[in-house]
């Protein structure tokens, strides 16, 4: 074991072999180290041999050799080319003294090589001779040392050779190859191109069917579109026709309402026409005195319907029922030429019977007669009129009232007049005016003692009131006055405060019904004071005269004009209306104060009657629809409580028969609205909620809430 290491360390042993050394180096190195005798130590290994220490394989090359188990020792021919028949032929170098074995050459075919590529006679031999001699120089060496070490070279440049011929092998393969990839190449790219050219004709192909089917689809698709076209073209015309025909039926349509409104203008010019020729041949007669009472009746009634269709004529534009409209103004222009007629009549009568010989006396008899029959028949006709009956009994209360406010205002213009009474007159004006402005529903006991004050002064207690030591008893001119001026503030305070605050009328009305009760003519006055600003609770609507101006004629009616002539706007006019209604209803409601046994002065059958003559007469524009709605929301719950039945059914005839006359002379749509739904809630219901601020029978008795 240890000459093996030693061994492995010599210079020799250090060696490391490599294919690629150079074969001249390699020979100087072994000539100059001289390896110890490996035969002595081991025996050749079968890692020795040949094909193995070269990593060759047998399958490459042809060897022959004599034996299966082949050694580096034993003879093989080694052909290197197959076309010269070149072969190298290794002898045994068994034989020689080492082992047994002799070493020889075989040199019997000239064509041989050795392992080195010359003959084995002399370079061989001389290789071995010198390794001989250093080998015995130095240190013993084995006999097979130069053999082996030429084995080395010689199989080193075998292989080589073998590579060499192993690549010129492969190179003639990948020629080989080469080609035929080329060939298969160029055949798949001849398919690839017969297969394109198919596909790029089978897509052409396609392509032009589909542009086809594209084209032949598009054709049909313009055909149904121009065929829609078409049909959508005949539709539109159709629409224009129908939309032409509208426009003509809407033109006409229009043309026939101007034309109805020009006819009405014109039945109403006629109408007033004949109004006017009736009050001047009335005017210009002589003998008016003689002429019966039944021409003014007539002509109050054509004032009266003039007034009413010169609104119906301005409100015509909103009127959708033309054609009825000038049914009814044709039967007014009838009504009025038969007036007219009947006053040519009677004056022509008249002037017969005054031109008359009083030696006829009894032809004159007999024609009075007949008048007097004339008369009686028309009379009844009148008397079915029951407008004509209303507007009779409203004009007779109206001028009743008047002229009483007008003695009374004769009566007491001395004391006015008079610069002595001036500060007894202030002084009175003061006590009334205190009281009346502070009346309120605050407590019973307030409103007793505000009542109190007004009694004393009404009885004539006004001698505490003058500077200048008057006496206890006054004169009727100083009572008159009080009582006058009561009235007229009552009124006063109604309309500033009432317009305003609608629940505020109802302490001023109790303290009116307990001033009338035990001052009649107090109730007399505040009822002439009432209708000179709101004539409309008798109710009367002012006609306009002949001549009258329009400031004139718009005070009538109860409106304000002021000192540059401006007239009071229609809003704050309604309002005022309202107040001043609300006030002459809440008269109508309130109870008397208590420890008082006589009948209301003025009760709920007065509520009854103004709504019967409004009813009779013709509405005016927006005017009348706020009052009615005003008069039912303060009266409308007592008046259920009274009547019931009977007021269930006239609230019934005013919305089914009223409300439509209203809608027709309307202005503004607000008020006509407000009423329907108030009579629409009423008559639903049966019942009416009673006003707000009402007073009940024992408010004398309440005190004044703690504060």
Known sequence: ?????????????????????????????????????????????????????????????????????????????????????????????????????????????????????????????????????????????????????????????????????????????????????????????????????LQVDHRQSQIDKKLQEGVEEGYKRRQRLKDDHEEHLKKINIKHKEIERKREVLQEEERQRKEKILKLQGLWKDIDNNRQSYAQRHDNFIHKASLPELVDKYRAVLERICINLAAQVQAAEDNPNLGELINKFEEDKDKSYRALSFLDKQIGETEQKLRADEDKQKEIERKKAEKAEDDKIQHAAVAQDLAVQSLVYVLKDYEAKSKELAQVET???????????????????????????????????????????????????????????????????????????????????????????????????????????????????????????????????????????????????????????TIEEQDKFLRRMSGLMRLYCSCMVAHLPPGVSSPHPHGLDNAWKWLARTMNLEPHPDVTAALIHDVLSVTGHSLFKEYRIQFAKLLYLVYKNYIPKLESVSVTNAAVERLKIFLDSAVQNSSIPPPEGLLSANFFFKQPDPV
Not at 425 to 432: G, K, L, P, T, W
Not at 454 to 467: E, K
Not at 543 to 554: A, C, E, F, N, V
Request: glycine letters at 6%; proline letters at 6%.
């Open 1 to 197: 074991m240890s000459e093996i290491i030693e061994l492995k360390n010599t210079p020799k042993g250090r060696l490391q072999y490599s294919p690629f050394l150079n074969t001249n180096k390699l020979k100087l190195q072994l000539e100059q180290l001289s390896p110890p005798p490996l035969s002595r130590l081991h025996e050749e290994r079968e890692s020795s041999k040949l094909n193995l220490s070269f990593g060759l394989d047998p399958a490459e090359f042809h060897v022959s050799t004599p034996n299966t188990s082949t050694d580096f020792n034993d003879n093989f021919t080694y052909i290197l080319d197959k076309s010269s028949n070149k072969t190298v032929h290794f002898s045994s170098i068994k034989g020689s003294s080492f082992h047994g074995i002799d070493i020889k050459f075989d040199t019997s075919k000239e064509d041989t090589l050795d392992i080195f590529g010359s003959p084995p006679s002399s370079g061989g031999r001389n290789v071995l001779n010198k390794m001989a001699i250093r080998s015995s120089s130095s240190c013993p060496v084995s006999p097979e040392f130069g053999y082996t070490s030429c084995a080395i070279i010689d199989a080193d440049k075998k292989y080589s050779l073998l590579a060499q011929i192993s690549l010129s092998k492969r190179h003639s393969e990948f020629e080989h190859h080469n080609r035929s990839l080329n060939y298969l190449m160029d055949n798949k790219e001849r398919e690839m191109k017969s297969r394109i050219a």
């Open 411 to 565: 009566a007491i213009r001395p004391f006015i007049e008079n610069a002595q009474n001036k500060s007894f007159r202030f002084s009175i004006q003061r006590a009334v005016n205190t009281p009346i402005n502070a009346i309120s529903d605050y407590s019973g006991p307030h409103l007793m003692d505000k009542l109190k004050k007004l009694r004393d002064l009404l009885q004539g207690n006004v001698a505490s009131l003058s500077g200048n030591n008057r006496t206890g008893n006054v004169t009727p001119e100083v009572l008159l006055f009080c009582q006058n001026l009561v009235a007229k503030m009552l009124v006063k305070k109604g309309e500033e405060q009432v317009t305003s605050k609608h629940e505020s009328a109802f302490p001023i009305g109790t303290v009116v019904v307990a001033l009338w009760q035990e001052f009649p003519i107090v109730g007399e006055l505040f009822l002439a004071h009432l209708q000179s600003l709101c004539p409309y609770v008798l109710p009367m609507y002012p006609t306009r005269q002949t001549g009258q101006s329009s400031l004139d004629y718009h005070k009538s009616l109860g409106y304000k004009v002021s000192e540059d002539g």
